[in-house]
């Protein structure tokens, strides 16, 4: 399909108990003038061959296949660069579109330039797609200041579920993406909160799946967590909360603020840093207690 007005990108691995209702919930939008980007991080199992049907059937979807596991971010953000349209969307292979989503969201786009991102209301489903809980939190982050929509980005702990909202992609393009670290869809959220104003359409359709294989269930670990976003740092630790909050300063640094501005961004970050400051120390002892139990591991087997 030529000249997309919207790019939707859905990354994919081992997917196929849900990708196919995902990919269905995406081909069904009454909005038509979009393209469905599927990229697949070397899957093991049925979802390729899913995949291929939905593009042999419709020629809005474009199929790509790492040669291996790379990782979530690198999967994710590789649907970034495939991308031909103006606004763009991440939907998870696990989740699902109510089929308003873009002709909702399309429209609020079009019509303010200082909003980048626009996303409906958020609900959960179960497993098997039955409805449960509205995620009815008001995110909205609309403020004139890009501080103060900084700030209530970052304290609002549901701030993450507008990271499946309708991004302008220029903007998205100027930011650090999909980080390779936990918590990295909060800290886009914060970043593209500072390029302009996120709104909320007062509709369900953003319908988000509940189930034992999702990320927050399936990686308990600082070890899995950072194996999940980057197959390369698989058994290391890092140091999350400093990453996050190393992170945090980057997007004000890139943003585009006045010095007063950036001045308050620093400050904030340096404030939420202190208030956490016994995690940050336990970023720093961890290391040392992993390679510990690893030892002890080796001298009992």
């Known amino acids: 399909m030529s000249d997309p007005l919207v790019s939707v990108g859905l990354p994919v691995y081992n997917g196929q108990n849900y990708v196919a209702e995902a990919i269905e919930s995406v081909l069904s939008q009454t909005y038509r003038n979009f393209e469905l980007i599927i990229n697949d991080n ?31 971010a690198a999967n994710f953000n590789a649907t970034v660069d495939h991308a031909q349209g103006t606004y763009f969307k991440w939907i998870a292979h696990d989740d699902v579109c109510g089929p308003a989503f873009l002709e909702r969201c399309v429209p609020v786009l079009d019509a303010d330039a200082s909003v980048v991102v626009a996303y409906p209301t958020p609900r959960d489903i179960d497993e098997d797609g039955r409805l449960l809980d509205v995620i009815d939190v008001g ?31 220029d903007v998205l393009r100027k930011t650090s ?37 999702r990320y927050v269930e399936a990686q308990k670990t600082y070890e899995d967590q950072y194996a999940w976003h980057d197959t390369s740092k698989a058994g290391t630790v890092g140091f999350p909360r400093w990453r996050y909050y190393r992170e945090l300063a ?16 620093y400050g904030l970050v340096v404030k939420w840093a202190g208030a956490i400051a016994p995690g940050l120390a336990r970023d720093l002892l961890h290391p040392a207690r992993v390679r510990l139990r690893r030892l002890s591991q080796r001298e009992r087997s």
């Open 42 to 72: 070397a899957s093991t199992d049925a979802t390729e061959a899913i995949c291929r049907r939905y593009v042999a059937e419709d020629d809005r979807v474009r199929y790509f296949r790492s040669d291996h596991n790379l990782g979530a």
């Open 139 to 169: 995110l909205e982050f609309d403020e004139d200041d890009p501080v103060e929509r900084f700030r209530r980005s970052y304290e609002e702990d549901q701030s993450f579920l507008s990271f499946f909202g309708l991004i302008r992609i």
């Open 177 to 213: 993406r999909h980080g390779s670290f936990p918590y990295a869809d909060r800290m886009l959220v914060s970043e593209l909160a500072l390029w302009g104003r996120v709104l909320q359409v007062p509709e369900e359709l953003l319908f988000r799946r509940l189930h034992p294989g």
């Open 250 to 265: 980057g997007a004000a640094h890139r943003a585009p603020l006045s010095a007063a501005e950036r001045t308050r961004c």
